[in-house]
């Protein structure tokens, strides 16, 4: 029986204690926004080490930062020469609120049927658990093709602030031939994905002050400025009848979609009432001119994530606010510059401020856009995923943002391999995130041939 063969069997035959594994980790309440997790933070990336221990990692390593640790691991392979393939996650979660729409508790990890519902079930810490489990069955199998590092962080959730130092300061502990990041997904159970194009991010934060103290409506209304119409204002302000952005200068280094990309873009097959059924939406909306997949995947966007002012308990209390804040992200497309584009905006806003108050913007986060059709090691991925599903393999320039892309690309010279086994319906970030459990199977016998495909290759 060949090693692919042993180690699909393994799996298949200790997949219970997998998925006993997965919940074990899902269980944490590792939500890296809030400091009253700081040691579930901790403690989830202890799971993880423990984890790669059990796997006979030569070297594990937990570095401290000011705010989550990050992990470290290797195990190396027994051929001389064989490549390396660097393995990113992230074990952070997202905040659970609002916690009365969850209809299990957020961090019970409950199996029923065929998903997992839970806060990270899906992201990412369910395709965290796929990698060690392919790793795992590998291994068992017999020797691995390839060297492995794994790379965990545990901020990824809040902007990775302290990755970018560490990964320009440890070069030659993360020195690589291949980046696998699982952090993505596919566009439905049958259409394995590999997402080939992300946008970057910008995010930042406007506040408007005005009086010292909120003020009785009736006795000052109409004499000073009311920081929450003034807000409103602003963002009426920043889009275009025809859902563009308004910002002088926006599209300046956007460039034009070719022939070619539409057409690539085009052969994902997602209808619009696909997406209005994942969404709610009475009906889709945006820039005039392209098409919803084009306009996810391909062009630049400005949305308010937050808003907040004044008195918003029942019932009812007259005053004009003393101050109004939003939150507000921008996805970013190739050649876009988010510290450049952050310059325009903050230009922008403070032209249609009044005097009659007083403004303040700044950003939390930013990261480029990346584009990564040339990766080292797709062959290998688009074969085993090809092999997994037997279904034709799907390209996809991805909406959202993973700005470790872009920083390994920046310090490591490797483009990054982008896939991942959650589902569009899984909720990430919102409350009843699950993650498909058939899915996730599927996955981890996909990554199970794409380390092995790596055998006498390199």
């Not at 795992?136 to 602030?161: D, Q, T």
């Not at 959202?400 to 892309?405: A, L, Q």
């Not at 092995?452 to 290759?457: A, K, P, T």
Request: hydrophobic share 40%; proline share 7%; charged share 20%.
């Amino acid at each position: 029986m060949t090693q692919l063969n042993e180690s699909l069997k393994y799996f298949s035959e200790h997949t219970d204690d997998f998925l006993r594994q997965y919940q074990e980790l899902v269980r944490i309440p590792s939500v890296s926004t809030d400091p009253e997790h700081k040691a579930d933070i901790r403690a989830a990336c202890e799971f993880l080490a423990a984890k790669l221990r059990s796997l006979g990692a030569q070297h594990v390593e937990i570095f401290p930062t000011k705010i989550h640790p990050i992990l470290f691991a290797e195990i190396h392979a027994e051929k001389e020469g064989a490549p390396t393939v660097l393995i990113y996650g992230h074990y952070d979660v997202q905040p659970v609120n609002p916690i009365e729409e969850w209809q299990t508790p957020p961090f019970e990890a409950r199996i029923d049927g065929d998903y997992m519902t839970a806060r990270g079930a899906s992201d990412m810490k369910g395709q965290v658990m796929a990698s060690l489990a392919a790793v795992e069955s590998v291994l068992a199998a017999g020797p691995l093709p390839v060297n492995l590092k794994f790379l965990y962080e545990g901020e990824e959730e809040i902007g990775s602030p302290s990755l970018e130092g560490f990964i320009s300061t440890h070069k030659e502990l993360l020195a690589c031939d291949v980046i696998l990041n699982p952090d993505s997904g596919m566009l439905s159970k049958d259409q394995p994905t590999i997402v080939y194009g992300l946008r970057g991010l910008l995010y930042f934060e406007i506040r408007v002050d005005g009086p010292k103290a909120d003020l009785h409506s009736g006795i000052f209304g109409g004499v000073v400025a009311n920081p929450a119409n003034v807000l409103a204002d602003i963002i009426a302000r920043l889009h275009n009848p025809d859902g563009s952005v308004a910002v002088p200068g926006f599209y300046d280094r956007v460039l034009p979609l070719t022939p070619t990309e539409k057409q690539r873009i085009a052969s994902v097959h997602v209808e619009p009432e696909t997406l209005l059924k994942l969404t709610g939406s009475p009906e889709l909306y945006g820039e005039a001119g392209y098409t919803p997949l084009e306009r996810t995947g391909a062009r630049p966007t400005l949305d308010v994530n937050g808003l907040y002012s004044g008195f918003i308990g029942e019932g009812s209390k007259t005053i004009i606010p003393a101050y109004a804040k939003a939150k507000i992200s921008c996805r970013l497309v190739p050649e876009q510059d988010p510290d450049e584009l952050f310059e325009l905006i903050q230009a922008h806003i403070t032209s249609l401020t009044p005097s009659a108050v007083r403004l303040t913007i700044f950003k939390h986060s930013g990261g480029s856009a990346y584009l990564a059709d040339d990766a080292p090691g797709i062959e290998q991925l688009a074969k085993a995923l090809g092999d997994t599903w037997d279904k034709p393999l799907s390209y996809k320039r991805e909406g959202g943002s993973v700005p470790v892309t872009a920083t390994m690309l920046k310090h490591l010279g490797v483009k990054s391999l982008l896939t991942g086994f959650g589902l569009p319906d899984d909720r990430i970030h919102s409350p009843n995130e699950h993650q498909h459990l058939p899915t996730w199977k599927l996955g981890v016998q996909a990554l199970i041939r794409f380390l092995l495909n790596f055998d006498n290759v390199y």
